[in-house]
């Protein structure tokens, strides 16, 4: 596609549940990145691939979250047992990872509510 | 990456000049300062990059500071559609790294008819 994508729009789960999220970036990016941005708040870094390379997984917030990307694509954000803070838009993004200082290109977001 | 400080809030009238500041005072020699903008309900979108010139592109102008520690974003004739929260990042753009971008509250503009 032209741009990223994410899915599901949206998704309403109950606390304790685990839900997976998921982001097609810009074909030909191999930088790809997960952020969240909580109601009212700026965004937070979560985790980063780029290529081959070992995800930069600094910004996750506990151990309840994973990420994977398969095939240098694809990625699979993973939230296990879930809690209601866990709420928040949860945004991917995505580059080329050929230059420095490059746009990233953001997706529309998955909107996660936790009841 | 240094801190940036944006007014939570600004009008502008449609058709008018939108000058959005942003002051980076600590900001290093190495590191840019980014804005990008969020309209409700969608992801954010990149405007606009500069280290030390002045930038213009096909959306806005960004006048930085001979020091460096303050910027303003120009949007040269602000439009309905310009209504969006707009971020000023000051971030590393050079060395190893993620490049990961962090956003503050930024600033609401609203454009009114």
């Known amino acids: 596609?032209?741009?990223?994508?994410?899915?599901?729009?949206?998704?309403?789960?109950?606390?304790?549940?685990?839900v997976e999220l998921r982001c097609d970036p810009i074909s030909g990016h191999t930088a790809l990145?997960?952020?969240?941005?909580?109601?009212?708040?700026?965004?937070?870094?979560?985790?980063?691939?780029?290529?081959?390379?070992?995800?930069?997984?600094?910004?996750?917030?506990?151990?309840?979250?994973s990420a994977e990307r398969t095939g240098g694509s694809v990625s699979t954000l993973t939230i296990q047992r879930t809690q209601q803070e866990d709420s928040a838009v949860y945004l991917c993004a995505s580059r080329t990872g050929l230059q420095i200082r490059e746009t990233q290109y953001f997706g529309p977001g998955t909107r996660l509510l936790v009841l | 990456d240094a801190k940036t400080t944006q007014p939570p809030s600004m009008d502008c009238a449609e058709g008018r000049a939108a000058n959005l500041p942003c002051n980076?005072?600590?900001?290093?020699?190495?590191?840019?300062?980014?804005?990008?903008?969020?309209?409700?309900?969608?992801g954010p979108q990149y405007i606009i990059h500069g280290l030390k010139n002045n930038e213009t592109n096909e959306m806005a102008s960004l006048i930085i500071t001979e020091d460096r520690k303050s910027s303003t974003l120009i949007l040269p004739h602000?439009?309905?559609?310009?209504?969006?929260?707009?971020?000023?990042?000051?971030?590393?753009?050079?060395?190893?790294?993620?490049?990961?971008?962090?956003?503050?509250?930024?600033?609401k503009l609203s454009v009114i008819p």
């Open chain 1, 33 to 65: 990145y997960w952020y969240r941005q909580s109601l009212g708040q700026g965004l937070e870094f979560l985790i980063y691939f780029q290529g081959n390379s070992a995800p930069d997984k600094s910004g996750l917030p506990s151990d309840r979250f």
């Open chain 2, 24 to 42: 980076h005072s600590t900001i290093s020699g190495n590191e840019y300062v980014y804005w990008y903008r969020q309209i409700h309900s969608q």
């Open chain 1, 1 to 18: 596609g032209a741009g990223v994508s994410q899915s599901p729009s949206n998704k309403v789960t109950e606390k304790g549940k685990d």
């Open chain 2, 78 to 107: 602000a439009t309905l559609r310009d209504t969006a929260v707009y971020y000023c990042i000051a971030a590393a753009g050079s060395g190893a790294g993620s490049y990961q971008l962090t956003f503050g509250k930024g600033t």
